[in-house]
T-cell receptor, first 117, second 112 residues
Framework: DVKVTQSSRYLVKRTGEKVFLECVQD?????MFWYRQDPGLGLRLIYF???????EKGDIPEGYSVSREKKERFSLILESASTNQTSMYLC????????????????FGPGTRLTVL | SQQGEEDPQALSIQEGENATMNCSYK?????LQWYRQNSGRGLVHLIL?????REKHSGRLRVTLDTSKKSSSLLITASRAADTASYFC????????????FGTGTRLTVIP
């Protein structure tokens, strides 16, 4: 079974703090993704990575950065947290190579609910 | 934006009834997927239908795809209280495209 884990289920931080959200997957997936989920807006892609040290901006990268030093780990960094970054953050991973369909299916972690005060 | 739109936003049914959710999208796709999310949890992949397929089944799930109307529907038959969750459609523009574009979801409540 694919397992995607996220470092925290709940996190409370103060405005201006630097925040690290960690995601680890155990399926040797090349692709990893960070989304945020807000009521009425669905899932919005922040960043994704298709290989170690590679990253691509998603739809809403402003205020965020990422790090992928190892294949299994993808970190989301809020350099200076703001109240509008209060949200549910979801990490996902998928294969890069393989059968169509197999590569497109994403596996999600349980999510981190971040509150910025 | 390619983001899909689910309809209805919320649906409440009695246990044993069928639930139908719809998804519309804007541009040509390679495949469309449906995911389920229990409250406060991550998403779980349910089923994938390719652009050259019209219908697909998996257990109590039936998915249809109409590429001419750019729409898909998810039918859950004989619903159970455990089916209570949010359901999202996601589109992939080409095979192995890496990105998926998610809709805003339908919140399904199945009343025991």
């Amino acid at each position: 079974d694919v397992k995607v884990t996220q470092s925290s289920r709940y996190l409370v931080k103060r405005t201006g703090e630097k925040v690290f959200l960690e995601c680890v997957q155990d399926m040797d997936h090349e692709n990893m993704f960070w989304y945020r989920q807000d009521p009425g807006l669905g899932l919005r892609l922040i960043y994704f990575s298709y290989d170690v040290k590679m990253k691509e901006k998603g739809d809403i990268p402003e205020g965020y950065s990422v790090s992928r030093e190892k294949k299994e780990r993808f970190s989301l960094i809020l350099e200076s947290a703001s109240t509008n970054q209060t949200s549910m953050y979801l990490c996902a991973s998928s294969f890069k190579r393989g059968l169509a369909g197999e590569v497109d299916t994403q596996y999600f972690g349980p999510g981190t609910r971040l509150t910025v005060l | 934006s390619q983001q899909g739109e689910e309809d209805p936003q919320a649906l409440s049914i009695q246990e044993g009834e069928n639930a139908t959710m719809n998804c519309s999208y804007k541009t040509s796709i390679n495949n469309l997927q449906w995911y389920r999310q229990n409250s406060g949890r991550g998403l779980v992949h349910l089923i994938l239908i390719r652009s050259n397929e019209r219908e697909k089944h998996s257990g109590r799930l039936r998915v249809t795809l109409d590429t001419s109307k750019k729409s898909s529907s998810l039918l859950i038959t004989a619903s159970r209280a455990a089916d209570t969750a949010s359901y999202f459609c996601a589109t992939s523009l080409r095979a192995g495209a890496n990105n998926l574009f998610f809709g805003t979801g339908t919140r399904l409540t199945v009343i025991p």
